[in-house]
């Protein structure tokens, strides 16, 4: 840790960013246009190179609306064979560097009719059925809590700031509650309406083990799924990663203007 900290400030000149922001699949391209200073994660002790198509693998520094801004342009997921300490590992860096926020993306099934591909979704909860949990192993009391409470892992003030965002933006955005599996195989349609009957609106491949460390650390988080399939079974669909990274880069746009005002706001 100490490692990659002095490497992050040597390279960024001390930068302190206050917001972080995780850019799930196909969502990529949010830095675009903007200025600044770009750290391949290959470079990074503790970071690894990602090696998921869709995701560039770098952190980027900047300063979006007047916010200095650390942005993860790609994370490293379970499924790739890390351990979820490796997998979090980001979010204690951030923490560590200054961050009070973070704004978690992905891309999700949608478990039902209701929540529609292309459309977003402010998650207002999750369901951990990765199985395990990056909490696990000695805990360090003065990052976290031994048993930190969860009862509001999405920050209501931050859903509430998003939500007035997108509807000034006419951006459609609903609300709803993310399950996560470990993948990379999508789900079985009998494993689809489990998670459904479960309580769960979109399923995904990641974000909940950020989401719990970043809780446990005492960070604002919002996260935000861009709907970007029906889930196995829900509309008779074969499922490919082809068909999410796409979902992602046509939403683009509007995913950046929501992101610039809400970075704007906090
Ligand atoms: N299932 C799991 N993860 C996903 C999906 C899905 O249907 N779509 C995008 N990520």
Known sequence: MENTLNFIKEKTAGFTPQIAVILGSGLGGYTKEIEGIEIPYGEIEGFMPSGVQGHKGSLFFGEIQNKKVVIMQGRFHFYEGYS???VTFPVRVFKKLGVKDIIITNAAGSLDLYHHPGELMIISDHINFTGTNPLIGKNDDNEGERFPD????????????????????????????????????????????????????????????????????NMRVLGISLISNYAAGVFNNKLSHNEVIESGRNASDKVKKLLDLIISRI
């Open 150 to 217: 969860m009862s509001e892992v999405y920050s209501l003030e931050l859903r509430k700031l998003a939500f007035d965002c997108a509807r000034e933006l006419n951006i459609d955005i609903k609300e709803g509650v993310y399950a996560a599996t470990t993948g990379p195989s999508y789900e079985t349609p009998a494993e689809v309406n489990m998670l459904k009957l479960s309580g769960a609106d979109v399923v995904g491949m990641s974000t909940v083990p950020e989401a719990i460390v970043a809780n446990w650390l």
């Open 84 to 86: 979820m300490k490796s």
